[in-house]
């Protein structure tokens, strides 16, 4: 069985649902219920009944195929959640029950997202059964079971924010309990917003508590929040692949206990050079433990590689990395921009922090007579025109060629290995794919370039060894970044590799803030 054959059989549960006998679904609802006792004695407040996974499928006309009291009609479908709420109010009393009412929401195209929970009209009437049963609180929130989970956990770009509140302002019209919406609500403004319009009474964050643990404490004193960029790299793929939890922006992720910002013992003037993620999360953390810190930046801007990240379809979401050190270092930390500094300049300092990047390395292969330009030029503004072959399709290359397809030229994609983004999280690639399919990207994978000489590229194909030539306008490089290296012989003065510069291999922006953050926690 494929990889691919297996996940989908892994998530999406109408390829392996079996109807549950009576007694089994007793069972379960009495485990449930004496779960609730438990946690009430043990001091818990709160208990949310995740209206998805089980329940959900026996509320779903498209799950729940049954001919028994469980099955046909919406009362039917939705009995067993009503007598799941019943035994946990009996068997924990001062327990607050929330529901997470899962609604099978509809695409732009006009198919269905999601398969457990109910289409919105039904969810709208199972909203007042529960509030006639007592409910405590509903949380209106995507219906899961897809396949893929960035239909549930939908990553940047892909939909509009708050895009489930239109549910949620239907259910709290109807219901007199507390509703909560949930769903890209990415800012606390946006979720303020929401409850000065009303149409919620209760902000749920998901992603956004992996990045910034402390959102209400920060609020509460005025402080910069770090806002998630729904990425999805950190969380949701994890999830998938069923690896340890974390965020790329939060280098404290699950390890809170272990690693936390320590005050330093003396304080010093630490010079930061580079103000790329690595360099300002090194800078954050600096003056956080107390440390006066100096940032330069041969460029007028911060954030480095970020600025061309941002620049391919659904990308642009990225800047909030960048946005939230432009809101939080100034008049704590000097930073210097057009500024490159001096070897004399630098062993000023008690320490230095090199975040000096990497650049887009030379392609490796003969070339003659070719219009080449590189993937970062192309997405720092450089026009290109004609065919557009890209060379790599690793996620540099694979977003440049979506990038230009979306401009209305003709691109392929030749890449060595077998599959294109091979990075990508797995929410976003079949958002990519669809986007080549609709400009009709071609993609020669496992396909090794040996030359290129008048603006043709000569490859072989690595699995039958067969000659592949294809002719271009231009021939862009996304083969890959190479570290950029500073001559630190002359250097008097404790010094630390940060981010890109700081391996043999290039970061990517979770190895960026983890780097930083590490070289800084350490002075």
């Not at 302002?169 to 319009?197: H, N, Q, W």
């Not at 999360?281 to 956080?288: G, Q």
């Not at 440390?291 to 590689?305: D, I, P």
């Amino acid at each position: 069985m494929t990889k691919g054959a297996y996940a989908k059989l892994h998530h999406d549960m109408q390829h392996f649902v079996t109807e549950a006998s009576v007694d089994q679904l007793t069972a379960i609802k009495n485990s449930i219920a004496q779960c609730a006792r438990k946690a009430q004695k043990a001091g818990i407040d709160a208990i949310e009944i995740h209206g998805d996974r089980l329940l959900g499928s026996l509320c779903s006309k498209l799950l729940n195929h049954r001919t028994d009291n469980y099955g046909g009609s919406l009362e039917n479908r939705t009995r067993y959640a009503l007598e799941v709420l019943q035994a946990i109010k009996e068997a924990a009393p001062s327990m607050m029950v929330e529901y997470k009412l899962p609604i099978i929401t509809v695409n732009p195209d006009g198919s269905l997202r999601g398969k457990g929970g109910l289409l919105e009209d039904e969810a709208v009437e199972f909203a007042k059964m529960l509030d006639a049963a007592g409910i405590d609180m509903i949380q209106v929130a995507q219906a899961n079971h897809t396949g893929n989970m960035g239909d549930t956990i939908p990553p940047m770009g892909a939909v509009p924010y708050n895009w489930t509140l239109g549910a949620c302002e239907k259910v709290k019209a109807v219901v007199s309990c507390p509703v909560a919406t949930v769903g890209r609500v990415v800012s606390v403004e946006a979720g303020e917003k929401i409850l000065e319009d009303g149409t919620a009474d209760i902000i749920g964050y998901g992603r956004s508590l992996l990045t910034d643990p402390d959102i209400a404490n920060k609020v509460e004193k005025g402080e910069c929040i770090r806002e998630c960029l729904n990425c999805n790299k950190g969380c949701v793929d994890a999830i998938q692949s069923r690896r340890y939890l974390s965020c790329v922006l939060n280098a404290e992720n699950g390890d809170e206990e272990t690693i936390f910002i320590q005050p330093c013992t003396e304080t010093k003037n630490v010079a930061i050079v580079g103000a790329g993620l690595a360099g300002l999360e090194a800078a954050r953390v600096a003056y956080k433990r107390g440390h006066t810190v100096t940032v330069f930046e041969k460029s007028n801007r911060l954030g480095g590689q970020i600025n061309i990240a941002s620049v391919p379809p659904r990308k642009d979401e990225i800047l909030r990395s960048v946005q939230y050190y432009e809101k939080f270092l100034p008049g704590k930390v000097d930073i210097q921009l057009n500024h490159e500094p001096t070897m004399d300049e630098l062993n000023g300092f008690d320490h230095v922090i090199l975040a000096i990047g990497a650049h887009n390395m030379d392609l490796p292969m003969p070339v003659e007579n070719s219009n080449v330009v590189s993937s970062w030029d192309i997405l720092n503004g450089q026009e290109v025109s004609g065919k557009c072959v890209v060379l790599g399709g690793g996620l540099v290359g694979a977003e440049t060629a979506e990038y230009l397809a979306n401009k209305g030229l003709e691109v392929s994609i030749v890449e060595m290995m077998d599959k294109i983004a091979a990075q990508e999280s797995e929410t976003v690639l079949p958002l990519m794919e669809a986007d080549f399919e609709k400009h009709n990207v071609q993609k020669f994978v496992n396909t090794r370039v040996s030359e290129i000489k008048d603006n043709v590229i000569y490859a072989v194909n690595t699995k039958d060894e067969t000659n592949v030539e294809i002719a271009a306008d231009t021939i862009v490089n996304a083969l890959g970044s190479k570290k950029n290296v500073f001559d630190d012989s002359k250097l008097t003065v404790p010094f630390t590799y940060v981010g890109d510069c700081s391996g043999e291999r290039t970061a990517d922006i979770a190895s960026a803030i983890r780097t930083g953050y590490k070289a800084a926690n350490e002075i």
